[in-house]
């Protein structure tokens, strides 16, 4: 049975991740960029331009060849410092590190991808379209054990030995979720301070809705909307009633 997906007063997110990719745009620069920024207006502040270094390594026989590939990576701040555009010339990522009503989130979604791509016209399609969620959830007590607002399924691993040995238990499972959608799920006690002990109580819930192949760009509000409702129902399926009152359930609903 699907659970019903709920609104609640009170959320775990430390991030929320709206990311599209497309085939490579070299006319993505410092002067279109700043022309975008323009364009989106007085709720973005400042561009940025941040030189990220790689290595590619090439095997040819017995050899190993390896060089050097620098890559740019542009990033435009909101006014508010709440969320961020972040630009290559193969992707657009929209981050927010505050979540708001999921209404009040596609606006800002919606205008910036429309944006981007009334300024990159030759963009013809998305390689790859993704929304990722990620919940920290980090109880006050753990008298009666993660299982008390996890579902018990996602932490019975940490049954395996005693928790103040483990270090780390960080799981991935992958669900197709209908033909076109896939869900990379991420779930677990990440540990921040690894390889130290365990200092606080943290489970990640980390779920990233995404299609990875060729979509149209009309599609885009269509398909983060469903994405939305596909990360709801794991989400839901991954919690205890317990969680729920602590999150405090308004009502059930779609935002």
């Known amino acids: ?29 410092d002067k279109s960029l ?17 030189k990220q270094q790689g290595i590619i390594i090439e095997s040819s026989g017995s050899d190993l060849k390896t060089q050097t590939e620098n890559t740019d990576l542009w990033e ?53 379209i993704g929304l990722r969620y990620i919940n920290q959830v980090t109880p006050d007590s753990l008298e009666e054990g993660w299982s008390h607002y996890i579902n018990p399924k996602l932490t019975a691993m940490l049954d395996f030995v005693e928790l103040d040995k483990t270090r780390r238990s960080m799981h991935t499972t992958v669900i197709q979720h209908d033909e076109d959608t896939k869900v990379s799920f991420n779930f677990g006690i990440f540990n921040e301070f690894f390889p130290a002990p365990i200092k606080k109580n943290e489970f990640i819930l980390d779920l990233d809705a ?33 969680l729920r009152n602590k999150m405090g359930v308004i009502e059930d609903g779609t935002d």
């Open 1 to 29: 049975m699907t659970p019903e997906k709920k609104k609640y007063r009170n959320n775990y997110l430390s991030r929320v991740i709206c990311q599209i990719k497309f085939a490579k745009n070299t006319s993505i620069n």
């Open 34 to 50: 700043d022309d975008y920024l323009k364009a989106l207006g007085d709720e973005y502040s400042e561009l940025a331009n941040v």
């Open 76 to 128: 435009i701040q909101s006014s508010d410092k709440k969320h961020a555009i972040t630009i290559t010339q193969e992707s657009l990522a929209i981050t927010f590190i505050e979540y708001i009503k999921f209404r009040d989130y596609m606006v800002i979604v919606d205008k910036a991808v429309k944006l981007f791509l009334e300024k990159f016209e030759d963009i013809e399609g998305f390689q790859r």
């Open 210 to 242: 995404f299609i990875d192949s060729t979509t149209e760009l009309d599609k885009f509000s269509e398909i983060i909307e469903k994405f939305n409702a596909c990360i709801a129902i794991y989400f839901e399926q991954s919690i205890t009633d317990e």
